[in-house]
């Protein structure tokens, strides 16, 4: 039976542009963790990884591609979407209002909409790839666009208040059957160290 584990990646030091923001302290500790976990899961199993190129995702999955001989592919449809700025509502209550209306955006910013348009090519190939190979997938990225490749991509029931629940880091795993059907879907968080909410 295949998997795909979503990992959101682990808490990253505020210094330098986002795309080069490494893992802080607890984050290396998270990442430690995780690895292991994931290990002591696919042991003996065929692995692909496929990361958001953001330094902080690629830290947090780096001990598991050494430990399994396996390169980390690079995409940036698992690259967090830009949600944008504005003036008069927080980064909370712009996120609330994306996930309420999948059109909604700010000044700046993409819709939900846009971004699956934008990404949708690249994930379905992901997928395909996935579904017609004997490999468990390992897709690491962040928060929203986790929530969104579930929700439209894999026809989970993703909503707004699963998004306020999601950690640094954090794992959500997908079991397929032989037509490629997801028959067991579930937050998996147990044996992480340092877990990070906010």
């Given amino acids: 039976m295949k998997k795909i584990y979503f990992i959101r990646h682990g808490k990253a030091?505020?210094?330098?542009?986002?795309?080069?923001?490494v893992l802080d302290e607890d984050g290396i500790i998270q990442a430690t963790?995780?690895?292991?976990?994931?290990?002591?899961?696919?042991?003996?199993?065929n692995v692909k990884i496929i990361?958001?190129?953001?330094?902080?995702a690629m830290q947090?999955?780096?001990?598991l591609s050494l430990d399994f001989s396996a390169n980390i592919e690079k995409s940036d449809a698992l690259e967090e979407i830009n949600i944008g700025k504005d003036q008069n509502l927080s980064k909370h209550q712009i996120i609330e209002k994306m996930w309420s209306d999948k059109n909604f955006k700010v000044q700046n910013g993409s819709s939900q909409s846009e971004h699956v348009e934008k990404i949708?090519?690249?994930?379905?190939?992901?997928?395909?790839?996935?579904?017609n190979s004997d490999y468990n997938l390992i897709l690491v990225s962040h928060g929203n666009s986790i929530g969104i490749i579930l929700k439209y991509f894999l026809n989970t029931d993703f909503t707004f208040n699963d998004w306020k629940k999601i950690s640094m880091p954090d794992m959500y795993s997908l079991e397929?059957?032989?037509?490629n059907k997801v028959i067991n879907f579930k937050r998996d968080i147990t044996g992480i160290e340092r877990i990070f909410t906010i």
Avoid at 33 to 45: A, E, T, Y
């Fill in 60 to 63: 947090t999955i780096e001990k």
């Fill in 33 to 45: 963790s995780l690895c292991k976990k994931i290990k002591d899961q696919f042991q003996g199993k």
């Fill in 13 to 21: 030091a505020m210094e330098g542009s986002d795309r080069e923001r």
């Fill in 120 to 131: 949708k090519d690249d994930i379905n190939n992901i997928l395909e790839n996935f579904y």
């Fill in 176 to 179: 397929f059957d032989e037509k």
């Fill in 51 to 56: 990361s958001s190129p953001f330094k902080r």
